[in-house]
């Protein structure tokens, strides 16, 4: 399957078990059905994006074997909240809560 139509099927798809079986089948990565929807399409969309980006570099350049690990996307604010842990994608709505808090 075409990168960029994985990354579609990962946007469009409606459910968890939708996106663990994208995540298991495309991309050979363990889903933890745990965490919000829309953290787990986060996560399978870096993966696919970054397998993208791995493809279309050019195969001169040496490979670090330094590699840092990668950093979340920082225009995506994140929210965390205090009573549970349970981290999940931040709306507005959510500064009214006080058991929620902006990472």
């Known amino acids: 399957m075409d990168t960029n139509?994985?990354?579609h099927k990962i946007e469009k798809a409606r459910t968890k078990d939708d996106l663990e079986a994208l995540g298991i089948e495309h991309l050979n990565?363990?889903?933890d059905k745990r965490k919000a929807k829309e953290?787990?399409?986060a996560e399978l969309l870096g993966e696919a994006e970054g397998r993208l980006a791995s493809s279309e570099a050019p195969a001169t350049e040496p490979a670090s074997t330094t590699e840092?690990?990668?950093k979340r996307d920082s225009t995506t604010k994140m929210a965390r909240n205090k009573k549970t842990g349970r981290i999940i994608p931040w709306t507005a709505a959510m500064a009214k809560f006080?058991?929620?808090e902006q990472i």
């Open 5 to 7: 139509e994985l990354i």
């Open 29 to 31: 990565v363990d889903v």
């Open 39 to 41: 953290v787990l399409r």
């Open 68 to 70: 840092k690990p990668a």
């Open 98 to 100: 006080s058991h929620m």
